[in-house]
């Protein structure tokens, strides 16, 4: 059979869609310079050929260091020779200057958003103000608003719910769940305490996995969200198929310790002139 120049083209379009469709993404936080366990992880994470990496904060220990970032970045190496990545910023990454001279990919406003496998990532800066009617507040809002028809994930350094011995010191719990849920978030990733944990409320996941480097704390906070607790290092995979995306969390030595899933919703096709 031949195929002219259209058939061609719609070839085309529905590989390059397939193979969007099964592309990988990976989620580690909190290295926080103990970069002798992030490369012990990093290997387990390669083995799924993330096209796409999310950090959620705490790179450095310290955040005004150029050696730290530079090993930061040797460790992370075999990751970024085919995954691009997307941080977020943490409590400890204090020189903003220095982490966006090192991460240009960041937007100047240090949060931002990133599209990817029909997911809308909606990256915060925890450590700048988010009260209502702050202006990172609003710009949130705003991208609330015009992604209501997509599914939506969102990653910022400190959590929503956690049990971890800081709690709720940011004060997300009264504010985001209600929010969150009135634009059926599917998903919210954090870092911050250093374990995993994944809580859920009015059907949102919200996942704190502060394992990637950093020793370790305990769970000492009460939660009564809270589904599973880990206290261990590792790292998240995210892949999507048949409409959902799975989720599942890995040790630091790649062992499974806890899958889940969310719907990723249909794009609406653009309108044919």
Same mark, same amino acid.
């Given at each position: 059979?031949?195929?002219?120049?259209?058939?061609?083209l719609?070839?085309?379009?529905?590989?390059?869609?397939?193979?969007?469709?099964?592309?990988?993404?990976?989620? !580690?936080?909190?290295?926080?310079?103990?970069?002798? #366990? /992030? *490369? =012990? &992880?990093? +290997?387990?994470?390669?083995?799924?050929?993330?096209?796409?990496?999310?950090?959620?904060?705490?790179?450095?220990?310290?955040?005004?260091?150029?050696?730290?970032?530079?090993? !930061?970045?040797r460790?992370?190496?075999?990751?970024? #020779? /085919? *995954? =691009? &990545?997307? +941080?977020?910023?943490?409590?400890?990454?204090?020189?903003?200057?220095?982490?966006?001279?090192?991460?240009?990919?960041?937007?100047?406003l240090?949060?931002?958003?990133?599209?990817?496998?029909?997911?809308?990532?909606?990256?915060?800066?925890?450590?700048?103000?988010?009260?209502?009617?702050?202006v990172?507040?609003?710009?949130?809002?705003?991208?609330?608003?015009?992604?209501?028809?997509?599914?939506?994930?969102?990653?910022?350094?400190?959590?929503?719910?956690?049990?971890?011995?800081r709690?709720?010191?940011?004060?997300?719990?009264?504010?985001?769940p209600?929010?969150?849920?009135?634009?059926?978030?599917?998903?919210?990733?954090?870092?911050?305490?250093?374990?995993?944990?994944?809580?859920?409320?009015?059907?949102?996941?919200?996942?704190?996995?502060?394992?990637?480097?950093?020793?370790?704390?305990?769970?000492?906070?009460?939660?009564?969200?809270?589904?599973?607790?880990?206290?261990?290092?590792?790292?998240?995979?995210?892949?999507?198929?048949?409409?959902?995306?799975?989720?599942k969390?890995?040790?630091?030595?790649?062992?499974?310790?806890d899958?889940?899933?969310?719907?990723?919703?249909?794009?609406?096709?653009?309108?044919?002139?």
């Amino acid at each position: 059979m031949r195929f002219g120049i259209r058939e061609k083209l719609i070839l085309a379009v529905l590989i390059a869609h397939t193979l969007a469709l099964y592309s990988v993404s990976a989620f !580690f936080s909190d290295p926080q310079s103990f970069y002798n #366990k /992030t *490369a =012990e &992880i990093v +290997p387990h994470i390669i083995k799924y050929q993330p096209e796409t990496v999310f950090v959620s904060g705490d790179i450095t220990n310290y955040g005004n260091r150029t050696e730290d970032f530079e090993e !930061f970045l040797r460790v992370i190496r075999p990751l970024t #020779k /085919t *995954a =691009e &990545i997307y +941080p977020a910023l943490g409590n400890h990454d204090k020189d903003i200057e220095m982490f966006l001279r090192y991460f240009p990919q960041v937007d100047s406003l240090t949060y931002y958003t990133v599209d990817r496998d029909g997911v809308v990532w909606i990256i915060l800066n925890s450590n700048l103000k988010l009260a209502p009617g702050s202006v990172q507040y609003n710009w949130l809002v705003e991208r609330l608003e015009e992604n209501r028809d997509r599914t939506v994930a969102v990653m910022m350094h400190h959590p929503v719910y956690s049990s971890g011995p800081r709690g709720d010191e940011k004060g997300f719990r009264t504010l985001f769940p209600a929010l969150f849920s009135k634009y059926s978030v599917a998903a919210v990733f954090s870092g911050h305490d250093h374990f995993y944990e994944r809580s859920g409320k009015d059907g949102i996941h919200y996942v704190v996995f502060g394992g990637g480097g950093y020793p370790l704390y305990k769970n000492d906070t009460e939660n009564d969200t809270s589904i599973v607790y880990v206290r261990t290092h590792g790292f998240i995979i995210l892949r999507p198929e048949n409409g959902e995306m799975l989720v599942k969390a890995f040790n630091d030595k790649g062992e499974l310790i806890d899958e889940f899933s969310f719907a990723i919703k249909p794009m609406a096709e653009t309108p044919s002139e």
